[in-house]
């Protein structure tokens, strides 16, 4: 009986906080909903669509691995790769191996990888 009259509590002060940040949104002009990927604006004269900014891509973990053997000039261990992302052995190896199949790396020694170019 305890939880309910405590979550109805909850769901109270949790409203009452939405109103709040309601009020707070209009005074600071900004709408009440949050953005969408496109936006209509109706006037009397025509329509006009806004568009949401362009999200940024995350670099993946490859993509760090990647960078670095495209650094180097003269090839990269997986030593090297460990020490400068802090991924593990088994990690590294396994991009090194998904990359080079897929034509990004080549090996120029044993164990020596360099980027295409």
């Keep these: 009986m305890t939880m309910i009259k405590d979550l109805q509590a909850i769901s109270n002060k949790l409203t009452k906080l939405a109103n709040q940040t309601e009020k707070l949104a209009a005074e600071l002009g900004k709408s009440k909903k949050p953005a969408a990927k496109s936006v209509q604006t109706t006037t ?26 495209n650094r180097s000039k003269k090839g990269v261990d997986t ?9 593990d052995q088994k990690k590294v190896r396994n991009m090194l191996n998904r990359t080079y199949k897929q034509g990004k790396i080549t090996r120029v020694g044993k164990g020596i990888y360099v980027g295409v170019k």
């Design 44 to 69: 009397k004269a025509k329509t006009v669509t806004k568009k949401a900014p362009a999200k940024v891509a995350k670099k993946t973990d490859t993509d760090k691995v990647l960078e670095i053997i």
């Design 79 to 87: 030593a090297t790769l460990m020490k400068k992302t802090g991924f």
